[in-house]
């Protein structure tokens, strides 16, 4: 099986990294649902990469380490995204019935130094590379951070950075670069 890991905040939605298109920056941690703001293109993007890849969200969440929200309320932002998810891929004509278009989502709580966080990410997706069978030589790993790229790169994966306006700069352990999740799958679909 065929997987793209995508990383959350600054690739999927907006995140302290990242102005939208308001010229706001959005919210430091999204902890509540109606905070979220999805990047322009990056649902369209997960249902064109779904039609090859299964998909895994994989997350840092610093708020729940410094206590400022609940996993179990972490978890259920996710779920709902998740379900703004199908609900897109409806209008995008994919038949979601039998399936779901995010596999798993792994949701690991942020740890104080870059080594720490390259570990959380790799061992969950690792974790998921054992439980799903994933031939991690034929997937990638979607991130906009050093860690995130760290972490896929320890894991196997063929990796893009999302190089964002307020982000971290391109690192040269990156297979490829994008400024977009769009144009990331571009990229990992070959077009």
Not at 11 to 20: C, E, G, T
Not at 101 to 127: H, M, N
Not at 144 to 170: C, E, M, N, R, Y
Request: with cysteine; aromatic share 10%; glycine share 6%.
């Amino acid at each position: 099986m065929k997987a793209v890991f995508l990383d959350v905040d600054g690739v999927i939605r907006y995140n302290d990294k990242l102005i939208d298109e308001c010229g706001d920056l959005g919210p430091r941690n999204v902890i509540d649902y109606s905070q979220v703001k999805y990047i322009p293109g990056s649902l369209e993007s997960m249902c064109k990469l779904s039609s090859s890849y299964k998909l895994f969200w994989i997350t840092l969440q610093n708020c729940i380490a410094r206590g400022e929200a609940e996993f179990a309320t972490i978890k259920a932002v996710f779920n709902a995204m998740r379900i703004d998810l199908e609900l897109f891929a409806k209008d995008y004509l994919l038949d979601t019935t039998h399936f779901s278009l995010v596999q798993d989502i792994g949701i690991c709580t942020s740890l104080p130094t870059e080594e720490d966080k390259v570990r959380a990410k790799y061992e969950k997706v690792r974790s998921f590379i054992d439980k799903y069978g994933i031939w991690s030589k034929d997937s990638f790993g979607v991130g906009d951070s050093t860690h995130d790229i760290l972490a896929f790169k320890k894991a196997g994966l063929k990796t893009i950075q999302v190089i964002l306006p307020h982000g971290d700069a391109f690192i040269s352990e990156a297979d490829f670069c994008a400024t977009s999740l769009e144009e990331a799958a571009s990229i990992i679909l070959g077009g």
